[in-house]
DNA sequence: AGCAATGGTAAGTATATACTTACGGTAAGT
DNA sequence: ACTTACCGTAAGTATATACTTACCATTGCT
């Protein structure tokens, strides 16, 4: 579990991304995360879950509390597809130039 | 136009991510790429609109067909944010078990 | 035991969106 | 001019999902 498209999936919403990129500095606990947003604190956890459940972050007990921090594992992870997607886009775009090149077909951008 | 936020959130979707990822070997036409998924051409057409819109992809004119490429420069910018994010992650990583061991309050994950 | 803080989950709702069919418009070939 | 291929878009629908409030369990403190 927890593969590419989980992860993607998981950062494509803007609150849970703004949820995920609270816990770059260090673990937080749900609420500490909540403060600041414009959602309820359910909502936090809900969406903890979900990136919990595609591998981008792990929680610990600390008493009473529960903190969150990121799993870098998962980060990795997408890194990895756009690094191995961008080089092969690359590759894709340059000879698709140099046939362009010897052979002008297509027009402008439009 | 075409932030990280839609580049992530257009990329999100799995069919649309096939899409485009049958685009990275070259320009092909839409019913080409439309060939093989189990949507139709329209919803095709609809998912390039977005990507597009997203900075990932642009179009060329070929006669009657529409060649979609591609664009490098999209696919790059999640690049940046997630290896941006990837070692802002593993700092903080450290640094919180660096103060773990220091100060041993939070147990195991659960 | 009683109380406050923390946080997970269920239930319900409203919005977003991925998909379909139908249609129109443009380019190339006969 | 007619036909064929290519493709964008409008309209409608069904499903997914992000959010709320309400409730309950656990932990720590006095």
């Known amino acids: 579990m927890a593969n590419v498209n989980d992860v993607i999936a ?3 919403d803007p609150t ?3 949820v995920f990129e609270r816990l770059v500095h260090g673990p937080r606990s749900v609420v500490d995360v909540a403060k600041g947003l414009p959602v309820s604190r359910p909502a ?3 969406h903890l879950k979900v990136l919990k459940d595609a591998g981008l ?3 610990t ?3 009473a ?3 969150y921090q990121v799993d870098p594992a998962g980060v990795e992870l ?3 597809y756009f690094d191995r997607f961008w080089n092969k886009a ?3 775009f340059k000879e698709a130039a140099e046939r362009a090149q010897r052979a002008p077909h297509a027009e402008d951008k439009s």
Request: proline share 0%; net charge positive; no cysteine.
């Open 44 to 46: 936090v956890s809900q």
């Open 57 to 59: 972050v792990f929680d």
């Open 65 to 67: 509390r529960r903190l």
């Open 78 to 80: 997408a890194w990895r």
């Open 61 to 63: 007990r600390d008493g």
């Open 16 to 18: 849970r991304r703004a």
């Open 90 to 92: 690359l590759t894709g």
């Open 10 to 12: 998981a950062l494509s």
